[in-house]
T-cell receptor, first 115, second 114 residues
Framework: EPEVTQTPSHQVTQMGQEVILRCVPI?????FYWYRQILGQKVEFLVS????????KSEIFDDQFSVERPDGSNFTLKIRSTKLEDSAMYFC?????????????FGPGTRLTVL | AQSVTQLGSHVSVSEGALVLLRCNYS??????LFWYVQYPNQGLQLLLK??????LVKGINGFEAEFKKSETSFHLTKPSAHMSDAAEYFC????????????FGAGTRLFVKA
């Protein structure tokens, strides 16, 4: 069964460093998403992406964040200068269509720890 | 704006007992509602979704949820808990507003006792 994969499963970085979180969405999906979950808190929407453009983004997704689909399979989230408060689990998701009713398929997450 | 509140961060039931996980939502437009489950070290998996076709929605693994507009609720139930149901459960709301965002609740961890 097709699934969304994410690498690495755990990333440890120093404050101020850049990190890139990688995701491989389901191959025939066209819409991609990033969410994060700070420990003990809600899963929060960060950004949605379609046709090489950001469709929606939340207030969390400020200038230190960027997303890219560098090739036909990967979807990446870059954090330019990490802060302690960026420590969280980051989930990638994909869907076949970009509609509110559509099921999103989630990866297992990358746990980011900023020291 | 939409929001979701899940009552109870932890719920513990005995094997064979009724499972009830509570979710209340807020939305200014007709919502789509979802329940996702997360097993350890895995991504979120869809259990069921409400799309306005029917207020009682049946999902996988014997779970169902009832949409009650008057109570703005979408509680998840299962008549008889199984050990394999132990996981974290997330309620989510999504609406079409040109684009859309999916807003998740904080999650409820379900423990099942033998």
């Amino acid at each position: 069964e097709p699934e969304v994969t994410q690498t690495p499963s755990h990333q440890v970085t120093q404050m101020g460093q850049e990190v890139i979180l990688r995701c491989v969405p389901i191959s025939n999906h066209l819409y991609f998403y990033w969410y994060r979950q700070i420990l003990g808190q809600k899963v929060e929407f960060l950004v949605s992406f379609y046709n090489n453009e950001i469709s929606e983004k939340s207030e969390i997704f400020d200038d230190q964040f960027s997303v890219e689909r560098p090739d036909g399979s990967n979807f990446t989230l870059k954090i330019r200068s990490t802060k302690l408060e960026d420590s969280a689990m980051y989930f990638c998701a994909s869907s076949a269509r970009g509609e509110a009713v559509e099921e999103q398929f989630f990866g297992p997450g990358t746990r980011l720890t900023v020291l | 704006a939409q929001s979701v509140t899940q009552l109870g961060s932890h719920v513990s039931v005995s094997e064979g007992a009724l499972v009830l996980l509570r979710c209340n939502y807020s939305s200014s437009v007709p919502p789509y509602l979802f329940w996702y489950v997360q097993y350890p070290n895995q991504g979120l998996q869809l259990l069921l979704k409400y799309t306005s076709a029917a207020t009682l929605v049946k999902g996988i693994n014997g779970f169902e949820a009832e949409f009650k507009k008057s109570e703005t609720s979408f509680h998840l139930t299962k008549p008889s808990a199984h050990m394999s149901d132990a996981a974290e459960y997330f309620c989510a709301v999504s609406v079409n507003t040109g684009g859309f965002k999916t807003i998740f609740g904080a999650g409820t961890r379900l423990f099942v006792k033998a």
